[in-house]
Protein backbone atom coordinates (compact mmCIF):
# COMPACT_ATOMS: atom_id res chain seq x y z
CA UNK A 1 0.00 0.00 0.00
CA UNK A 2 1.49 3.56 -0.87
CA UNK A 3 2.60 5.45 2.18
CA UNK A 4 0.53 8.85 2.68
CA UNK A 5 2.99 11.49 2.10
CA UNK A 6 2.99 14.76 4.84
CA UNK A 7 4.36 18.46 3.73
CA UNK A 8 6.20 20.07 6.04
CA UNK A 9 7.73 23.70 5.28
CA UNK A 10 10.24 25.80 6.74
CA UNK A 11 11.45 29.12 5.34
CA UNK A 12 15.44 30.18 5.65
CA UNK A 13 18.19 32.32 4.00
CA UNK A 14 21.67 31.32 4.23
CA UNK A 15 22.57 32.69 7.45
CA UNK A 16 20.15 30.04 8.90
CA UNK A 17 21.14 26.80 7.38
CA UNK A 18 23.10 25.65 10.10
CA UNK A 19 20.00 26.18 12.85
CA UNK A 20 17.84 24.55 10.23
CA UNK A 21 20.02 21.65 9.41
CA UNK A 22 19.92 20.64 13.12
CA UNK A 23 15.78 21.30 12.90
CA UNK A 24 15.28 19.09 9.77
CA UNK A 25 17.78 16.50 11.25
CA UNK A 26 15.72 15.98 14.78
CA UNK A 27 12.68 16.29 12.74
CA UNK A 28 13.98 13.42 10.21
CA UNK A 29 15.43 10.90 13.31
CA UNK A 30 12.09 11.65 15.66
CA UNK A 31 9.77 10.53 12.55
CA UNK A 32 7.40 7.52 11.92
CA UNK A 33 8.42 5.32 9.16
CA UNK A 34 4.83 4.88 7.79
CA UNK A 35 4.53 8.00 6.47
CA UNK A 36 6.64 10.17 3.05
CA UNK A 37 7.70 12.89 3.87
CA UNK A 38 8.32 16.27 1.43
CA UNK A 39 10.03 18.65 2.99
CA UNK A 40 9.76 22.29 1.51
CA UNK A 41 12.03 24.91 1.95
CA UNK A 42 10.84 28.47 1.05
CA UNK A 43 14.26 30.13 0.61
CA UNK A 44 16.42 33.21 -0.28
CA UNK A 45 19.92 32.88 -0.98
CA UNK A 46 20.89 29.01 0.52
CA UNK A 47 23.50 27.90 -1.43
CA UNK A 48 23.63 24.84 -3.79
CA UNK A 49 26.19 23.84 -1.60
CA UNK A 50 24.58 24.50 1.69
CA UNK A 51 21.44 22.31 -0.43
CA UNK A 52 23.27 19.43 -1.18
CA UNK A 53 24.53 19.10 2.12
CA UNK A 54 20.82 19.38 3.55
CA UNK A 55 19.44 17.04 1.12
CA UNK A 56 22.17 14.73 2.01
CA UNK A 57 20.59 14.13 5.12
CA UNK A 58 17.69 12.98 4.13
CA UNK A 59 16.33 9.39 4.65
CA UNK A 60 14.97 6.84 2.12
CA UNK A 61 11.43 8.29 3.05
CA UNK A 62 12.20 11.84 2.63
CA UNK A 63 12.42 14.07 0.21
CA UNK A 64 14.47 17.90 0.56
CA UNK A 65 13.16 20.71 -1.91
CA UNK A 66 14.59 24.37 -1.83
CA UNK A 67 11.84 26.79 -3.43
CA UNK A 68 13.19 30.15 -4.30
CA UNK A 69 10.19 32.72 -3.97
CA UNK A 70 12.23 35.71 -3.43
CA UNK A 71 11.12 37.55 -6.44
CA UNK A 72 7.51 37.40 -4.81
CA UNK A 73 8.35 38.54 -1.74
CA UNK A 74 10.72 40.94 -3.12
CA UNK A 75 7.96 42.94 -5.02
CA UNK A 76 5.98 42.94 -1.68
CA UNK A 77 8.98 44.28 0.05
CA UNK A 78 9.39 47.06 -2.16
CA UNK A 79 5.92 48.08 -2.85
CA UNK A 80 4.65 48.53 0.80
CA UNK A 81 7.52 49.31 2.38
CA UNK A 82 7.65 46.91 4.84
CA UNK A 83 8.56 47.56 8.56
CA UNK A 84 10.89 44.40 9.54
CA UNK A 85 12.63 44.62 12.56
CA UNK A 86 16.08 43.99 11.85
CA UNK A 87 16.02 40.92 14.47
CA UNK A 88 13.62 39.35 11.19
CA UNK A 89 14.32 38.63 7.83
CA UNK A 90 11.53 38.97 5.05
CA UNK A 91 11.34 35.20 5.09
CA UNK A 92 9.05 35.40 7.72
CA UNK A 93 6.50 36.11 5.07
CA UNK A 94 6.73 33.02 3.33
CA UNK A 95 4.29 31.27 5.45
CA UNK A 96 1.51 33.31 4.36
CA UNK A 97 1.95 32.46 0.28
CA UNK A 98 2.04 29.02 1.15
CA UNK A 99 -2.01 28.65 0.73
CA UNK A 100 -1.45 30.68 -2.77
CA UNK A 101 1.87 28.60 -4.37
CA UNK A 102 1.33 25.33 -3.14
CA UNK A 103 -2.02 24.86 -4.26
CA UNK A 104 -1.75 20.87 -4.67
CA UNK A 105 -1.98 20.65 -0.68
CA UNK A 106 -5.03 20.81 1.75
CA UNK A 107 -3.26 20.56 4.60
CA UNK A 108 0.70 21.16 5.56
CA UNK A 109 2.64 21.63 8.74
CA UNK A 110 4.96 24.81 8.34
CA UNK A 111 7.79 25.07 11.18
CA UNK A 112 10.28 27.84 11.99
CA UNK A 113 13.97 26.82 11.61
CA UNK A 114 15.20 27.62 15.95
CA UNK A 115 13.28 24.81 16.87
CA UNK A 116 14.02 20.86 17.47
CA UNK A 117 11.68 17.94 17.48
CA UNK A 118 11.59 15.46 19.50
CA UNK A 119 8.34 13.83 18.72
CA UNK A 120 7.30 12.17 15.74
CA UNK A 121 6.01 14.86 13.08
CA UNK A 122 3.23 12.60 12.01
CA UNK A 123 1.40 13.10 15.21
CA UNK A 124 1.23 16.83 14.72
CA UNK A 125 0.39 16.62 10.98
CA UNK A 126 -2.87 14.18 11.87
CA UNK A 127 -4.10 16.66 14.88
CA UNK A 128 -7.64 16.80 14.00
CA UNK A 129 -8.13 20.10 13.77
CA UNK A 130 -11.63 20.38 12.05
CA UNK A 131 -12.29 23.32 10.03
CA UNK A 132 -10.41 25.51 11.69
CA UNK A 133 -7.47 27.58 9.54
CA UNK A 134 -5.22 26.25 12.04
CA UNK A 135 -3.73 24.25 14.55
CA UNK A 136 -1.46 26.05 17.32
CA UNK A 137 0.13 26.47 20.57
CA UNK A 138 -0.47 29.74 22.54
CA UNK A 139 2.87 31.71 22.82
CA UNK A 140 4.85 31.90 25.05
CA UNK A 141 6.98 34.30 25.55
CA UNK A 142 3.83 36.98 25.08
CA UNK A 143 2.00 34.82 28.68
CA UNK A 144 5.09 34.78 30.15
CA UNK A 145 4.92 38.71 30.62
CA UNK A 146 2.64 40.20 32.20
CA UNK A 147 3.29 43.60 30.18
CA UNK A 148 2.99 41.95 26.89
CA UNK A 149 -0.40 40.73 27.87
CA UNK A 150 -1.72 43.94 28.48
CA UNK A 151 -0.16 45.77 25.03
CA UNK A 152 -1.34 42.96 23.08
CA UNK A 153 -4.73 42.86 24.47
CA UNK A 154 -4.83 46.68 23.81
CA UNK A 155 -3.16 46.75 20.41
CA UNK A 156 -4.76 43.75 18.81
CA UNK A 157 -8.61 43.90 20.04
CA UNK A 158 -8.76 40.48 21.93
CA UNK A 159 -7.73 38.95 24.98
CA UNK A 160 -3.50 38.64 25.09
CA UNK A 161 -4.44 34.83 26.33
CA UNK A 162 -5.77 33.70 23.02
CA UNK A 163 -2.00 34.96 21.26
CA UNK A 164 -0.54 31.75 19.80
CA UNK A 165 3.04 31.43 18.56
CA UNK A 166 3.04 31.19 14.48
CA UNK A 167 6.57 29.04 14.84
CA UNK A 168 4.61 25.74 14.67
CA UNK A 169 1.74 25.70 12.76
CA UNK A 170 -0.91 22.76 11.15
CA UNK A 171 -2.10 24.85 8.43
CA UNK A 172 -5.77 24.11 6.60
CA UNK A 173 -5.21 25.49 3.29
CA UNK A 174 -8.22 24.65 2.27
CA UNK A 175 -9.81 26.76 4.64
CA UNK A 176 -7.26 29.29 4.27
CA UNK A 177 -8.54 29.90 0.21
CA UNK A 178 -11.99 29.52 1.76
CA UNK A 179 -11.76 32.63 4.09
CA UNK A 180 -9.42 34.70 1.05
CA UNK A 181 -6.63 34.77 4.20
CA UNK A 182 -3.57 35.95 2.24
CA UNK A 183 -5.98 38.26 0.15
CA UNK A 184 -7.16 39.79 3.20
CA UNK A 185 -3.36 40.03 4.55
CA UNK A 186 -2.17 41.75 1.31
CA UNK A 187 -5.42 44.59 1.58
CA UNK A 188 -3.88 45.09 5.36
CA UNK A 189 -0.58 45.65 4.32
CA UNK A 190 -1.48 47.35 1.19
CA UNK A 191 -4.20 49.64 2.99
CA UNK A 192 -2.53 50.20 6.50
CA UNK A 193 0.86 48.31 7.07
CA UNK A 194 0.32 48.65 10.78
CA UNK A 195 3.43 48.49 12.74
CA UNK A 196 3.95 45.62 14.85
CA UNK A 197 6.78 43.51 16.76
CA UNK A 198 5.91 40.00 15.41
CA UNK A 199 4.67 40.67 11.76
CA UNK A 200 3.77 37.77 10.52
CA UNK A 201 2.30 36.45 13.85
CA UNK A 202 0.34 39.31 14.56
CA UNK A 203 -1.21 39.13 11.03
CA UNK A 204 -2.25 35.77 11.54
CA UNK A 205 -3.81 36.10 15.06
CA UNK A 206 -5.85 38.95 13.84
CA UNK A 207 -7.17 36.82 10.72
CA UNK A 208 -7.77 33.92 12.04
CA UNK A 209 -8.99 34.73 15.61
CA UNK A 210 -11.43 32.24 16.86
CA UNK A 211 -11.03 30.11 13.86
CA UNK A 212 -7.80 28.30 15.55
CA UNK A 213 -7.65 24.60 17.42
CA UNK A 214 -5.28 25.02 20.78
CA UNK A 215 -2.97 22.03 21.09
CA UNK A 216 -1.49 20.49 23.44
CA UNK A 217 1.59 22.59 24.85
CA UNK A 218 4.09 20.14 24.27
CA UNK A 219 4.45 20.82 20.40
CA UNK A 220 5.68 23.82 21.12
CA UNK A 221 7.60 24.61 24.29
CA UNK A 222 9.66 28.02 24.50
CA UNK A 223 12.53 27.10 27.37
CA UNK A 224 13.25 30.21 28.05
CA UNK A 225 10.26 31.36 29.18
CA UNK A 226 8.47 28.06 30.09
CA UNK A 227 8.71 27.94 34.11
CA UNK A 228 7.41 24.16 34.25
CA UNK A 229 8.23 21.71 31.37
CA UNK A 230 6.81 18.34 31.37
CA UNK A 231 9.55 16.18 29.40
CA UNK A 232 7.22 13.32 28.95
CA UNK A 233 5.42 15.29 26.81
CA UNK A 234 8.11 17.29 25.12
CA UNK A 235 7.37 16.76 21.18
CA UNK A 236 9.13 20.53 19.89
CA UNK A 237 11.30 22.64 21.10
CA UNK A 238 11.52 26.46 20.10
CA UNK A 239 14.26 27.75 20.71
CA UNK A 240 11.80 31.78 20.50
CA UNK A 241 13.21 35.15 20.41
CA UNK A 242 16.50 35.26 22.85
CA UNK A 243 18.98 33.55 24.36
CA UNK A 244 19.47 30.85 21.17
CA UNK A 245 21.32 27.60 22.27
CA UNK A 246 23.90 28.37 19.49
CA UNK A 247 25.04 31.47 21.07
CA UNK A 248 24.77 30.34 25.32
CA UNK A 249 25.66 27.52 27.59
CA UNK A 250 22.83 28.40 29.93
CA UNK A 251 19.69 28.43 27.43
CA UNK A 252 17.62 25.52 28.87
CA UNK A 253 17.61 22.37 27.09
CA UNK A 254 20.77 23.52 25.46
CA UNK A 255 21.84 19.88 25.31
CA UNK A 256 18.99 18.69 23.18
CA UNK A 257 20.14 21.29 20.36
CA UNK A 258 23.66 20.02 20.46
CA UNK A 259 22.83 16.35 20.10
CA UNK A 260 20.86 16.95 17.02
CA UNK A 261 23.73 19.73 15.68
CA UNK A 262 26.03 16.99 16.23
CA UNK A 263 24.81 14.98 13.86
CA UNK A 264 24.63 17.75 11.21
CA UNK A 265 27.29 19.03 8.73
CA UNK A 266 27.42 22.09 10.68
CA UNK A 267 28.83 21.06 13.91
CA UNK A 268 32.04 23.20 13.89
CA UNK A 269 30.19 25.84 12.42
CA UNK A 270 27.61 26.56 15.30
CA UNK A 271 30.17 25.74 17.97
CA UNK A 272 32.44 28.48 16.81
CA UNK A 273 29.44 30.71 16.61
CA UNK A 274 29.08 29.93 20.08
CA UNK A 275 32.49 30.92 20.69
CA UNK A 276 32.74 34.44 19.06
CA UNK A 277 29.47 35.80 20.51
CA UNK A 278 30.52 38.50 22.64
CA UNK A 279 29.30 39.98 25.81
CA UNK A 280 28.45 43.19 24.93
CA UNK A 281 26.48 40.84 21.74
CA UNK A 282 24.67 39.59 25.28
CA UNK A 283 23.89 42.85 26.73
CA UNK A 284 22.48 44.57 23.41
CA UNK A 285 19.91 41.24 23.62
CA UNK A 286 18.86 42.36 26.90
CA UNK A 287 18.38 45.75 25.74
CA UNK A 288 16.64 44.42 22.80
CA UNK A 289 14.04 42.70 24.36
CA UNK A 290 13.33 45.57 26.76
CA UNK A 291 12.79 48.22 23.78
CA UNK A 292 10.50 45.44 22.56
CA UNK A 293 8.33 45.53 25.38
CA UNK A 294 8.44 49.20 25.17
CA UNK A 295 7.51 49.53 21.46
CA UNK A 296 4.37 46.85 21.58
CA UNK A 297 3.14 49.58 24.49
CA UNK A 298 3.65 52.23 21.92
CA UNK A 299 1.50 49.94 19.42
CA UNK A 300 -0.93 49.82 21.79
CA UNK A 301 -1.62 53.41 22.23
CA UNK A 302 -1.48 54.46 19.16
CA UNK A 303 -4.54 55.40 16.82
CA UNK A 304 -3.87 53.00 14.25
CA UNK A 305 -3.76 49.22 15.36
CA UNK A 306 -5.38 45.84 14.79
CA UNK A 307 -7.60 46.95 17.59
CA UNK A 308 -8.81 50.28 16.36
CA UNK A 309 -9.20 49.34 12.73
CA UNK A 310 -10.44 45.65 12.52
CA UNK A 311 -13.69 45.94 14.10
CA UNK A 312 -16.31 43.18 14.26
CA UNK A 313 -17.51 43.36 11.04
CA UNK A 314 -14.86 45.00 9.22
CA UNK A 315 -15.07 42.12 6.72
CA UNK A 316 -18.40 42.28 6.02
CA UNK A 317 -18.26 46.22 4.66
CA UNK A 318 -19.43 46.36 1.01
CA UNK A 319 -16.66 48.34 0.78
CA UNK A 320 -13.52 46.38 1.84
CA UNK A 321 -15.17 43.34 0.01
CA UNK A 322 -15.40 45.19 -3.17
CA UNK A 323 -11.94 46.50 -2.94
CA UNK A 324 -10.78 43.32 -2.23
CA UNK A 325 -12.16 41.41 -5.07
CA UNK A 326 -11.15 44.38 -7.77
CA UNK A 327 -7.30 44.23 -6.36
CA UNK A 328 -7.22 40.32 -6.82
CA UNK A 329 -8.65 41.44 -10.49
CA UNK A 330 -5.48 43.25 -10.91
CA UNK A 331 -3.30 40.74 -9.46
CA UNK A 332 -4.47 38.36 -11.50
CA UNK A 333 -4.06 40.48 -14.45
CA UNK A 334 -0.57 40.94 -13.64
CA UNK A 335 0.01 37.54 -13.18
CA UNK A 336 -1.25 36.76 -17.11
CA UNK A 337 0.97 39.22 -18.11
CA UNK A 338 3.81 37.48 -16.44
CA UNK A 339 2.68 34.44 -17.70
CA UNK A 340 2.79 35.61 -21.10
CA UNK A 341 6.33 37.24 -20.90
CA UNK A 342 7.63 33.94 -19.95
CA UNK A 343 6.10 32.30 -22.98
CA UNK A 344 7.26 35.26 -25.13
CA UNK A 345 3.87 36.30 -26.10
CA UNK A 346 3.67 39.86 -25.93
CA UNK A 347 0.50 40.12 -28.32
CA UNK A 348 -1.11 37.85 -25.44
CA UNK A 349 -4.74 38.36 -24.02
CA UNK A 350 -4.38 39.08 -20.35
CA UNK A 351 -7.75 40.34 -19.23
CA UNK A 352 -9.89 37.91 -17.49
CA UNK A 353 -13.49 37.51 -18.14
CA UNK A 354 -13.67 39.35 -21.67
CA UNK A 355 -16.52 38.66 -23.75
CA UNK A 356 -16.46 36.21 -26.68
CA UNK A 357 -18.44 37.42 -29.68
CA UNK A 358 -20.89 34.60 -31.38
CA UNK A 359 -22.28 34.83 -34.91
CA UNK A 360 -25.46 36.06 -33.95
CA UNK A 361 -24.29 39.04 -31.81
CA UNK A 362 -21.48 39.97 -34.63
CA UNK A 363 -24.21 40.19 -36.89
CA UNK A 364 -26.63 42.28 -34.63
CA UNK A 365 -23.39 44.73 -34.16
CA UNK A 366 -20.85 44.66 -36.49
CA UNK A 367 -21.59 43.88 -40.10
CA UNK A 368 -24.02 46.41 -40.67
CA UNK A 369 -22.34 49.05 -38.24
CA UNK A 370 -22.60 52.91 -38.99
CA UNK A 371 -19.08 53.59 -38.26
CA UNK A 372 -19.07 57.19 -40.56
CA UNK A 373 -22.31 58.37 -38.76
CA UNK A 374 -24.54 58.59 -41.58
CA UNK A 375 -27.72 58.20 -40.36
CA UNK A 376 -29.52 60.97 -38.28
CA UNK A 377 -30.15 59.44 -34.89
CA UNK A 378 -26.43 58.01 -35.01
CA UNK A 379 -25.20 61.64 -35.81
CA UNK A 380 -27.08 63.00 -32.82
CA UNK A 381 -26.05 60.36 -30.49
CA UNK A 382 -22.39 60.62 -31.43
CA UNK A 383 -22.60 64.64 -30.48
CA UNK A 384 -23.48 63.11 -26.72
CA UNK A 385 -21.15 60.80 -27.02
CA UNK A 386 -18.63 62.92 -28.06
CA UNK A 387 -19.23 65.77 -25.36
CA UNK A 388 -19.16 63.40 -22.66
CA UNK A 389 -15.99 62.07 -23.70
CA UNK A 390 -14.48 65.07 -24.24
CA UNK A 391 -15.44 66.30 -20.54
CA UNK A 392 -14.08 62.46 -19.29
CA UNK A 393 -10.96 63.52 -21.59
CA UNK A 394 -10.28 66.70 -19.84
CA UNK A 395 -10.88 65.24 -16.50
CA UNK A 396 -8.46 62.41 -16.97
CA UNK A 397 -5.99 64.00 -18.63
CA UNK A 398 -5.57 67.32 -16.91
CA UNK A 399 -2.28 66.32 -15.60
CA UNK A 400 -0.82 65.00 -18.50
CA UNK A 401 1.59 66.05 -20.72
CA UNK A 402 2.43 66.29 -24.38
CA UNK A 403 5.78 65.97 -25.92
CA UNK A 404 6.76 66.49 -29.69
CA UNK A 405 3.16 68.38 -30.75
CA UNK A 406 4.80 69.85 -33.50
CA UNK A 407 5.89 66.78 -35.07
CA UNK A 408 2.38 67.11 -36.59
CA UNK A 409 2.35 70.65 -38.03
CA UNK A 410 3.55 68.75 -41.32
CA UNK A 411 1.20 66.25 -41.67
CA UNK A 412 -1.54 66.74 -44.97
CA UNK A 413 -4.36 64.68 -44.80
CA UNK A 414 -5.06 61.62 -42.75
CA UNK A 415 -2.65 59.37 -40.23
CA UNK A 416 -2.74 56.45 -38.54
CA UNK A 417 -1.68 56.68 -34.66
CA UNK A 418 -0.02 54.13 -33.02
CA UNK A 419 0.06 54.00 -29.25
CA UNK A 420 1.07 51.72 -25.69
CA UNK A 421 -2.09 50.53 -24.56
CA UNK A 422 -2.54 50.20 -21.06
CA UNK A 423 -5.50 50.68 -19.54
CA UNK A 424 -9.69 50.94 -20.78
CA UNK A 425 -8.51 54.74 -20.88
CA UNK A 426 -5.61 55.85 -22.70
CA UNK A 427 -7.95 56.46 -25.47
CA UNK A 428 -8.49 60.05 -23.98
CA UNK A 429 -5.06 60.45 -24.23
CA UNK A 430 -4.64 60.36 -27.79
CA UNK A 431 -8.30 62.79 -27.94
CA UNK A 432 -6.20 65.09 -25.35
CA UNK A 433 -3.62 65.14 -28.52
CA UNK A 434 -6.01 66.12 -30.73
CA UNK A 435 -7.54 68.36 -28.91
CA UNK A 436 -4.49 70.18 -28.60
CA UNK A 437 -3.46 70.15 -32.04
CA UNK A 438 -3.69 74.32 -33.80
CA UNK A 439 -5.37 72.49 -36.80
CA UNK A 440 -8.18 71.19 -35.91
CA UNK A 441 -8.56 67.56 -36.78
CA UNK A 442 -11.08 64.57 -36.59
CA UNK A 443 -10.35 61.21 -34.75
CA UNK A 444 -11.58 57.74 -34.33
CA UNK A 445 -10.31 54.30 -33.04
CA UNK A 446 -10.14 51.30 -34.03
CA UNK A 447 -11.11 48.32 -31.07
CA UNK A 448 -11.73 45.09 -31.19
CA UNK A 449 -15.34 43.49 -32.02
CA UNK A 450 -15.46 42.23 -28.74
CA UNK A 451 -15.73 45.66 -26.98
CA UNK A 452 -19.16 46.43 -28.15
CA UNK A 453 -20.46 43.87 -26.39
CA UNK A 454 -19.54 45.91 -23.01
CA UNK A 455 -22.43 46.58 -21.03
CA UNK A 456 -23.72 50.16 -19.23
CA UNK A 457 -22.14 53.69 -19.95
CA UNK A 458 -18.89 52.23 -21.52
CA UNK A 459 -20.57 50.44 -23.84
CA UNK A 460 -23.07 52.88 -25.27
CA UNK A 461 -19.79 55.33 -25.31
CA UNK A 462 -17.96 53.00 -27.24
CA UNK A 463 -20.52 52.24 -29.84
CA UNK A 464 -21.70 55.84 -30.30
CA UNK A 465 -18.17 57.03 -30.73
CA UNK A 466 -16.69 57.26 -33.54
CA UNK A 467 -15.14 53.67 -33.56
CA UNK A 468 -14.44 51.16 -35.92
CA UNK A 469 -14.73 47.72 -34.69
CA UNK A 470 -12.15 45.28 -36.28
CA UNK A 471 -13.51 42.02 -36.90
CA UNK A 472 -12.27 38.32 -38.18
CA UNK A 473 -15.39 38.70 -40.46
CA UNK A 474 -14.41 38.27 -43.81
CA UNK A 475 -17.24 39.62 -45.67
CA UNK A 476 -17.25 42.63 -42.82
CA UNK A 477 -13.73 43.58 -43.27
CA UNK A 478 -14.11 43.83 -47.32
CA UNK A 479 -17.50 45.25 -47.60
CA UNK A 480 -17.34 47.48 -44.06
CA UNK A 481 -14.05 47.86 -42.84
CA UNK A 482 -11.67 48.39 -45.15
CA UNK A 483 -14.10 50.88 -47.29
CA UNK A 484 -14.84 52.82 -43.76
CA UNK A 485 -11.27 53.37 -43.18
CA UNK A 486 -10.12 54.18 -46.91
CA UNK A 487 -13.65 57.09 -45.87
CA UNK A 488 -12.41 58.26 -43.04
CA UNK A 489 -8.49 58.77 -44.03
CA UNK A 490 -9.47 60.42 -47.15
CA UNK A 491 -11.49 62.70 -44.74
CA UNK A 492 -8.33 63.75 -42.82
CA UNK A 493 -9.44 61.58 -40.21
CA UNK A 494 -6.72 60.66 -37.44
CA UNK A 495 -7.24 57.12 -36.60
CA UNK A 496 -5.44 54.70 -33.33
CA UNK A 497 -4.40 51.63 -34.17
CA UNK A 498 -2.99 49.83 -31.09
CA UNK A 499 -0.34 47.43 -32.90
CA UNK A 500 0.14 45.97 -29.77
CA UNK A 501 -3.27 44.38 -30.29
CA UNK A 502 -3.97 43.57 -26.16
CA UNK A 503 -4.28 46.18 -23.26
CA UNK A 504 -2.05 44.99 -20.49
CA UNK A 505 -2.19 46.62 -17.02
CA UNK A 506 0.04 49.58 -16.88
CA UNK A 507 2.55 47.54 -18.26
CA UNK A 508 5.44 50.40 -18.58
CA UNK A 509 7.98 49.01 -21.94
CA UNK A 510 6.72 49.25 -25.66
CA UNK A 511 5.66 45.94 -27.09
CA UNK A 512 6.49 44.21 -30.28
CA UNK A 513 3.73 45.67 -32.85
CA UNK A 514 1.55 43.48 -34.90
CA UNK A 515 1.64 44.39 -38.59
CA UNK A 516 -2.05 45.79 -39.70
CA UNK A 517 -1.65 49.48 -38.59
CA UNK A 518 1.67 49.20 -41.29
CA UNK A 519 -0.08 47.48 -43.73
CA UNK A 520 -2.68 49.77 -43.50
CA UNK A 521 -0.97 52.84 -43.52
CA UNK A 522 0.94 51.25 -47.22
CA UNK A 523 -2.80 50.41 -48.27
CA UNK A 524 -3.82 53.93 -48.36
CA UNK A 525 -0.49 55.96 -48.44
CA UNK A 526 -1.01 57.60 -45.15
CA UNK A 527 1.97 58.19 -42.83
CA UNK A 528 2.13 56.70 -39.12
CA UNK A 529 2.35 58.81 -36.07
CA UNK A 530 4.06 56.98 -33.40
CA UNK A 531 3.35 58.14 -30.23
CA UNK A 532 4.41 56.49 -27.18
CA UNK A 533 2.90 57.54 -23.21
CA UNK A 534 5.22 57.67 -20.30
CA UNK A 535 3.31 56.37 -17.02
CA UNK A 536 4.52 58.44 -13.79
CA UNK A 537 3.44 57.31 -10.40
CA UNK A 538 2.22 59.64 -7.98
CA UNK A 539 1.77 59.62 -4.44
CA UNK A 540 -1.86 59.33 -4.17
CA UNK A 541 -3.07 55.77 -4.07
CA UNK A 542 -6.59 54.69 -5.91
CA UNK A 543 -9.14 52.72 -4.11
CA UNK A 544 -7.49 49.36 -5.06
CA UNK A 545 -4.31 49.60 -3.46
CA UNK A 546 -2.79 50.79 -6.77
CA UNK A 547 -0.46 54.61 -7.10
CA UNK A 548 -2.54 56.81 -9.31
CA UNK A 549 -0.62 57.90 -12.71
CA UNK A 550 0.47 61.08 -14.65
CA UNK A 551 1.12 60.48 -18.65
CA UNK A 552 3.77 62.28 -20.85
CA UNK A 553 2.65 61.69 -23.90
CA UNK A 554 5.72 61.41 -26.40
CA UNK A 555 4.95 62.27 -29.91
CA UNK A 556 7.69 61.21 -32.82
CA UNK A 557 8.51 62.26 -36.31
CA UNK A 558 5.73 60.89 -39.20
CA UNK A 559 6.96 57.68 -40.65
CA UNK A 560 6.14 57.31 -44.40
CA UNK A 561 5.46 54.69 -46.61
CA UNK A 562 7.91 54.65 -49.79
CA UNK A 563 6.29 54.61 -53.30
CA UNK A 564 9.01 52.82 -54.30
CA UNK A 565 8.72 49.84 -52.51
CA UNK A 566 6.15 46.74 -52.10
CA UNK A 567 3.39 46.55 -49.58
CA UNK A 568 5.22 43.77 -47.87
CA UNK A 569 8.30 45.82 -47.41
CA UNK A 570 6.92 48.94 -46.15
CA UNK A 571 4.79 47.10 -43.76
CA UNK A 572 7.72 45.72 -42.30
CA UNK A 573 10.45 48.76 -42.34
CA UNK A 574 7.60 51.06 -40.89
CA UNK A 575 6.10 48.40 -38.45
CA UNK A 576 10.34 48.21 -37.05
CA UNK A 577 11.01 52.00 -37.09
CA UNK A 578 7.87 52.92 -34.81
CA UNK A 579 9.36 50.20 -32.17
CA UNK A 580 12.14 51.56 -32.72
CA UNK A 581 10.75 55.65 -31.93
CA UNK A 582 8.71 53.63 -28.87
CA UNK A 583 11.70 51.80 -27.63
CA UNK A 584 13.84 54.89 -27.80
CA UNK A 585 11.16 57.25 -25.86
CA UNK A 586 10.51 54.31 -22.95
CA UNK A 587 14.60 54.72 -22.82
CA UNK A 588 14.45 58.71 -22.19
CA UNK A 589 11.33 58.76 -20.15
CA UNK A 590 12.83 55.83 -17.96
CA UNK A 591 16.31 56.48 -17.69
CA UNK A 592 16.92 52.74 -18.38
CA UNK A 593 18.09 50.69 -21.55
CA UNK A 594 14.92 48.47 -23.04
CA UNK A 595 15.41 45.03 -22.35
CA UNK A 596 13.32 41.61 -21.74
CA UNK A 597 13.89 41.54 -18.20
CA UNK A 598 10.66 41.82 -16.24
CA UNK A 599 10.98 43.61 -12.95
CA UNK A 600 7.97 44.12 -11.33
CA UNK A 601 8.09 47.01 -8.97
CA UNK A 602 9.12 48.96 -12.27
CA UNK A 603 7.14 47.36 -14.81
CA UNK A 604 4.02 48.01 -13.44
CA UNK A 605 2.99 51.43 -12.82
CA UNK A 606 1.05 51.75 -9.80
CA UNK A 607 3.13 48.85 -7.90
Known amino acids: ?51 QKMRNMAEDNFKIRFIDIEPLLTDIKERLKLRLRDYYSISIYYRLFIESLFKQYQKVLYLDADIVVEGDISELYNADIGDNLLGVVQDGVVQADERLIDSFTRSLGFDANDYFNSGVLVMNLKEFRKEMILDKFLYLLEHYNFDTIAPDQDYLNVLCHG ?34 PWNYDCTPLVEIFRKYAKMTPYARVIEDMRMEYTQ ?3 EAEDLAYAKMVMRNDDIANSTVNFGKIITQDFWNTDRVGEMMEKNKGRLKVIENIERAIKEGNYNKKVEEGDPVITQKQREKY ?7 KKKIRHKVEFEIANAITNTI ?32 VDTTIIKNMMNNIKKSRKYAIIVQETNFLMKGYLGWLIRNNKTIPLSLDHKYLSENFLPTLETLLNRGYYILIYPEQEMWYNYRKPRNPMP ?5 ATKFNVPIIPCFTEIQDMDKEDREGFKKSKYILHIMPPIYPDPNKSLKENKEEMRKKDFEYKVAAYEKAYNRKYDEDYDRTKDIAGW
Do not use: C
Open 516 to 520: GAYHY
Open 280 to 282: EKK
Open 211 to 244: KVKYLEKGWDVMPNVDKEIDMEHLYIIHYNMFKK
Open 366 to 372: IQNYDST
Open 1 to 51: MKKQTIPIFFASDNNYVPFLATAMKSLIVNASPKYNYEINVLQTGISEKNQ
Open 393 to 424: TRQINKNTEIVGLENLEGIEGGAIVTSNHFNF
